[in-house]
């Protein structure tokens, strides 16, 4: 069985709102890594540099643990 929903205080929540947040915990972990190290640097764009690493991590998790 599929989850679709998951409750929360009562709420009818996607799931897919789990792996969002999930992405975003492991994204700030990841910048406050690459902010010390001065990788963002190396990018010419450092926001869209951003921007990628948060969608390849996105697609990682669901790819792994998504329906």
Do not use: D, K, N
């Not at 992405?23 to 190290?37: A, D, N």
């Not at 764009?45 to 329906?67: K, T």
């Amino acid at each position: 069985m599929l989850f679709e929903q998951i409750a929360f205080g009562g709420i009818y929540l996607p799931i897919f709102l789990l792996f969002l947040v999930g992405t975003g915990v492991i994204y700030v972990l990841l910048r406050m890594i690459l902010l010390r190290f001065q990788a963002y640097r190396l990018f010419w764009h450092p926001a869209l540099a951003g921007a990628s690493v948060f969608i390849i991590i996105l697609s990682s998790l669901l790819l792994l643990f998504g329906p």
